[in-house]
Each structure stands twice: as C-alpha cells, then as structure tokens.
C-alpha cells in the first residue's frame, strides 16, 4: 500500500531555534498534503492543508508564520516550526492524498517535538 | 462546528472478547465516517468507511454502521485478538462526494489493550 515518512521521527532543540519536518510520499505523488498536531491523550487537530505548487491552507488559530509549509513538488512537503518555544512541543503527524481514484489519505508515522 | 466523540478508554479486554467502541458525531449534512487504527510506533491506517446512512463498513473482522438517527458509528468486532492492541479513532469528512476524501475530523482516539 502507499506508504508516507516523516523524517525525522523525534527531535529536540532548544527554545528559540527553528525545526524542520519532512513528510514524503514514497511510492505515489500526493497533490493535497495534511499537517496535523496531537497533543497527549488528544485528538489530531488539522493544522494546514498544503498543495503542491500553491500557499497552504492554515486553519483557524494556526500561525501560519510560525508554522511554515512548504509543498514543493508531488512526493514532499516540509513543515518548519519557527522560534520554537516550550508550548510547541507536540506530536506532529502528516498526511499525503494521492492522485487516484479514491483520494485516500494516508499517514507519516509522525514526529515527536519537544523543545527545551 | 463538525465534531466526534469517542467513549473514554483505555479499553482492556480478554483474547475472544467482544468489542465496542462507542463513538458519536456532529456534522451538517451527510458526511462521510470513518475508523483509523494507530498500531504501536506506525502512522494512522484505515480500518473501514462508510459514505451514506445505514451502510455498514466492514475490514478484518472489524464492523461498524453509519445511523443517521443516533449520529452514531460504533465499532464491533466479536472476538478480539492480541494483535488487534492500537489505539483507534473515530473521524469524520464532509467533502466525501464520489472519489473525494476532504478534511478529517477526529475524535479522540480509545486505546485498545488485548490480553492472552
């Protein structure tokens, strides 16, 4: 089946720098991309919807300054977390919708986010 | 706004147990409900769908029905099995016309433990 990978799986820096997210369709090209947060023992809450060539689109709420997305060709998008702080320590999950039939989307294994 | 409720876990059952885990929604219209299974260290995978009222999805002995009348999608499975452990989430998508999967809504999420 259609795999997605988020790279890399856990990170940690330190507070003020900025973090970036790799999330790859490996095995079929995805127009529509999907950034999700999950906080601990919460649901996913979408982020952003990112298509490849275009701005993404950020939810309400969602800084789209301090949350970067870039879709940049078919099989990448990158989410950079900017002047990360404590707060935005979470789980971030992405998804990839491929160009076929059934528009399935599919999930990246997610990154685990922690700044000091 | 859309939103989904799951019952509260974790869930800890017995090998051959019976499963249900509850899960109820909100959403205008007709949208599209899903189950997604998270297994231990892997992203998000389908487990079942279903796009209209009183269809019934169905995967790996896993069951649920779409009710209109209760805005339920409660997942069964009749005996379950140690390999079934995952956390699963309820979701659903208001753009599911055709081949067109949009935006997912999730519910919490109820871990699952099964015991030998």
């Known amino acids: 089946g259609a795999v997605v990978s988020q790279h890399p799986s856990w990170v940690i820096c330190k507070s003020g720098t900025s973090v970036k997210i790799e999330c790859r369709s490996l095995?079929?090209?995805?127009?529509?991309m999907f950034w999700y947060r999950q906080f601990p023992k919460q649901s996913l809450m979408l982020m952003a919807t990112?298509?490849?060539?275009?701005?993404?689109?950020?939810e309400q709420g969602v800084e789209k300054d301090k949350f970067l997305i870039n879709h940049a060709s078919l099989t990448l998008s990158t989410l950079t977390v900017t002047s990360a702080h404590p707060e935005d320590s979470s789980f971030y999950i992405c998804?990839?919708?491929?160009?076929?039939?059934?528009?399935?989307?599919?999930f990246g294994p997610g990154t685990r986010l922690t700044v000091l | 706004g859309d939103s989904v409720t799951q019952m509260e876990g974790p869930v800890t059952l017995s090998e051959e147990a019976f499963l249900t885990i509850n899960c109820t929604y909100t959403a205008t219209g007709y949208p599209s409900l899903f189950w997604y299974v998270q297994y231990p260290g892997e992203g998000l995978q389908l487990l079942l769908k279903a796009t209209k009222a009183d269809d019934k999805g169905s995967n790996k002995g896993f069951e649920a029905t779409y009710r209109k009348e209760t805005t339920s999608f409660h997942l069964e499975k009749g005996s379950v099995q140690v390999s079934d452990s995952a956390v699963y989430f309820c979701?659903?998508?208001?753009?599911?016309?055709?081949?067109?999967?949009?935006?997912?809504?999730f519910g919490q999420g109820t871990i699952l433990t099964v015991h030998p």
């Open positions: 990112s298509n490849e060539g275009s701005k993404a689109t950020y």
């Open positions: 998804s990839a919708r491929e160009r076929l039939a059934n528009n399935e989307q599919f």
């Open positions: 095995d079929f090209q995805a127009t529509t």
């Open positions: 979701a659903l998508s208001r753009h599911a016309g055709g081949t067109s999967y949009g935006k997912l809504t």
